[in-house]
């Protein structure tokens, strides 16, 4: 079955300590990974894909096939951080390119 | 930057009236989707279309829900009987579908039913 799993609801930390998103995902061939980011009020934005291996906004992500995991990691939070973090999936087997979503995990940086 | 806009922002209606949730997705993009977001809860995939027709649908998207391309810009989602819980915010998005691209969202229309 195709899933994306994010273990926490809600993640808070105080300005400046390290922050790690979880995300484990299941699927059966090789997925594009993303992580969306929706601040309040805004629409979903995509905040970076794993095909990219890009750094937004000093977040990074890797992809781990072993594990099947696609943490999203930042070393310093801000408080503009603060938003629901959703990680997704997508690839030719899940059918007409849909992405899949996990819950989320809301992120409150403190100050 | 070219945007998937989505229209009413805002929509309330009564149970069992019927209601269109209008997207302009982006021009150059041939694969169009529907998602819906319950209060708290995770975002949901309803429906996928290309091609002029549906590719793909959710146990959620029943005989209620109906997609149509009307011409070469809009895309709707139509809910034919509206139940107490179909009030959601309902996500359009369109993409490429290329390796490497991601699917752009709508910023949503809230609908509620009373």
């Known amino acids: 079955a195709q899933r994306v799993t994010q273990p926490e609801k809600l993640l808070s930390v105080f300005k400046g300590a390290p922050v790690e998103l979880k995300c484990n995902y299941s699927?059966?061939?090789?997925?594009?990974l993303f992580w969306y980011v929706q601040y309040s009020r805004q629409r979903l934005q995509l905040l970076l894909r794993?095909?990219s291996r890009e750094s937004i906004k000093g977040f990074t992500a890797d992809l781990n096939k072993g594990e099947t995991s696609f943490h999203l990691k930042k070393p310093f939070a801000q408080e503009e951080d603060s938003a629901m973090y959703y990680c997704?999936?997508?690839?030719?087997?899940?059918?007409?390119?849909?992405?899949?979503f996990g819950a989320g995990t809301r992120l409150f940086v403190k100050a | 930057e070219p945007e998937v806009t989505q229209t009413p922002s805002h929509q309330v209606t009564q149970m069992g009236q019927e209601v269109i949730l209008r997207c302009v997705p982006i021009?150059?993009?041939?694969?169009f989707y529907w998602y819906r977001q319950i209060l708290g809860q995770k975002v949901e995939f309803l429906v996928s279309f290309y091609n002029n027709e549906i590719s793909e649908k959710s146990e959620i998207f029943d005989d209620q829900f109906s997609v149509e391309r009307p011409d070469g810009s809009n895309f709707t989602l139509k809910i034919r009987s509206t139940k107490l819980e179909d009030s959601a915010m309902y996500f359009c998005a369109s993409s490429v579908n290329r390796v490497g691209t991601e699917a752009f969202f709508g910023q949503g229309t809230r609908l509620t039913v009373v």
């Open positions: 021009s150059n993009h041939l694969y």
């Open positions: 794993h095909i």
């Open positions: 997704a999936l997508r690839g030719p087997d899940t059918g007409g390119f849909k992405t899949i």
């Open positions: 699927y059966s061939g090789s997925p594009e």
